[in-house]
């Protein structure tokens, strides 16, 4: 499986911006798909992962209310939208997939760069 993430970019605070995930390969093989960003100086964290069917997903707690995953299987591509952005949103977006809900991830982008300015 082969993923390409784009869409990140310079935003300011309040503002939105929707990351893409183009997945290649053998993309039904694993079904949960992620986001996890990683800001200088930080662990990676994952945000938001999402069920093969997009009935379920979850969220790390600082993006609740804020970020939505959703996928599209017929672009085999899932997305990030991020609105009401805040400067402690800026990091290295990445999107991975897993054959199970609680991972391991074991495919991953390249990563796309999000800063958002206050």
């Known amino acids: 499986v082969q993923l390409q993430a784009s869409g990140g970019g310079s935003v300011q605070a309040g503002g939105s911006l929707r990351l893409s995930c183009a997945a290649s390969g053998r993309p039904s093989s694993t079904p949960i798909m992620a986001w996890f960003r990683q800001a200088p100086g930080k662990e990676r964290e994952r945000v938001a992962r999402?069920?093969?069917?997009?009935?379920?997903?979850d969220y790390t707690v600082s993006v609740q209310g804020r970020f939505t995953i959703s996928r599209d299987n017929a672009q085999n591509s899932v997305y990030l939208q991020m609105d009401s952005v805040k400067p402690e949103d800026t990091a290295v977006y990445y999107c991975?997939?897993?054959?199970?809900?609680?991972?391991?991830?074991?495919?991953w982008g390249q990563g796309t760069l999000v800063t958002v300015s206050s």
């Open positions: 999402i069920t093969f069917t997009g009935d379920y997903t």
């Open positions: 991975a997939a897993a054959s199970a809900w609680r991972g391991p991830f074991d495919y």
